[in-house]
């Protein structure tokens, strides 16, 4: 499996609702195509592109069948990182850091994001811009999920961006290709964050993040630093805790300063002292109360605006970290650790609720209602509360 694959696969699974009887649409797709141009005339789009992109378009079937696809499993943090930030990516990476030193500085003062970042995302979304040409022709791609109804409002607007892409001349319709779901370019960036943060950096009049490595990476920097980046902050840290820690703590919504998580025990991993610095963290166990333990920061937070994962965004900072020669972690979390399947996390959910707990909606996806709800059993009940979603818990929950 490539990387591109794991990434869509694990996206998908983390952004899509998943298709229990998808939305039929009965609506022919010429006709949904006609009303469509109306709509784009309305907004601007010119005559020129709306004839050249969209006579004669066809729904592309392949494209339903990637977004109809169920997750059967989740993976483990382990697992994540070992397939994300394994020796060989970090060999790549640091290769890449060096080709591209002088360009990277320069963005970097520019936008203030650090080389090893920008290197870090590049490598995650497309292996180092060599997926970054894409294999679906956008317009295509969105046309059909437009069509398709199951997100079609979404889809819809990407569309209209899309168009309004092409009608800058940025890119040549032929050459304007991406993801199943219109992602594109060396950082696949869809066409809304296109149009609000791709830049042309090198001035040539078009904003190239498809073939041009200096605007792709200045995208990129002008993304991160629109969503709060500071570039003299990293992004977080693997701490150690005390064995009285409560685990209530371990939560993206609770922040505190730095001196607030030393008064609770909380480390360095080497045991030292936290910096006595002037910042403001969360404490996060992803793999569990057994795993690794980490504090992160403000630039954590702006990656999940770029990807809502949790994993992600400590694959994007742990690259980065061993990219500039930091340790490797002092554990990815225990080995024989399974994730749960959809159906049991369905069932999990079903039985938390049940038990008259609140985990949201019974819809596969543990999110952080999930989380609390298990974190409240397990609190009622005297064990770790650390809110992780494993076999052991549904186990425990069935023996009820
Ligand atoms: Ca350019």
Do not use: C
Not at 30 to 36: H, R, T
Not at 173 to 190: T, V
Not at 361 to 387: E, F, H, L, N, W
């Amino acid at each position: 499996m490539n990387i591109k694959s794991v990434f869509l696969a694990f996206s998908f699974l983390l952004i899509t609702i998943p298709s229990q009887g998808a939305m039929a649409d009965n609506h022919p797709f010429n006709a949904w195509l006609g009303d469509f141009k109306i709509e784009a005339t309305k907004k601007g789009i010119s005559k020129k592109t709306l004839d050249d992109a969209l006579t004669g378009l066809k729904p592309i079937p392949r494209v339903i069948e990637l977004d109809r696809r169920q997750p059967e499993f989740t993976l483990t943090f382990r697992d994540y990182m070992e397939r994300m930030v394994n020796d060989r990516r970090i060999a790549k990476a640091q290769a890449m850091l060096s080709k591209n030193r002088k360009l990277l500085n320069e963005v970097s003062k520019k936008y203030g994001v650090q080389p090893q970042y920008l290197i870090s995302f590049w490598g995650l979304e497309t292996d180092f811009g060599r997926l970054a040409s894409g294999y679906f022709p956008v317009v295509g791609a969105l046309a059909t999920l437009a069509h398709d109804g199951r997100r079609g409002k979404f889809f819809r607007n990407q569309l209209i961006n899309a168009l309004r892409i092409l009608d800058g001349g940025h890119i040549d319709l032929a050459r304007m290709k991406g993801s199943w779901a219109g992602a594109m370019g060396h950082f696949q960036f869809i066409p809304t964050t296109f149009n609000a943060y791709a830049v042309d950096y090198d001035g040539d009049g078009k904003r190239d993040i498809w073939t041009n490595k200096k605007d792709a990476f200045a995208s990129a920097a002008n993304f991160l630093s629109n969503s709060g980046w500071k570039g003299d902050e990293i992004w977080g840290r693997e701490v150690r805790v005390g064995d009285d820690f409560d685990f209530t703590n371990a939560s993206l919504k609770i922040k505190k300063p730095l001196a607030g998580w030393q008064a609770l025990g909380v480390r360095r991993i080497d045991g030292r002292n936290l910096p006595k610095a002037d910042v403001v963290a969360s404490l996060l166990a992803p793999a569990g109360h057994v795993g690794p333990k980490f504090l992160i920061y403000g630039n954590f937070r702006s990656t999940m605006r770029w990807n809502q994962s949790q994993f992600y965004a400590l694959a994007i900072g742990y690259l980065a970290d061993r990219m500039v020669g930091k340790g490797a972690l002092s554990t990815l979390g225990p080995r024989d650790a399974k994730s749960l399947s959809f159906v049991q996390s369905e069932q999990l959910q079903q039985l938390l609720t049940d038990a008259g707990y609140d985990p949201g909606s019974v819809d596969g996806i543990i999110g952080s209602k999930t989380k609390d709800a298990i974190r409240s059993y397990q609190k009622d009940r005297g064990m770790v509360p650390d809110g992780h979603p494993s076999l052991e818990i549904l186990s425990h929950i069935k023996g009820q």
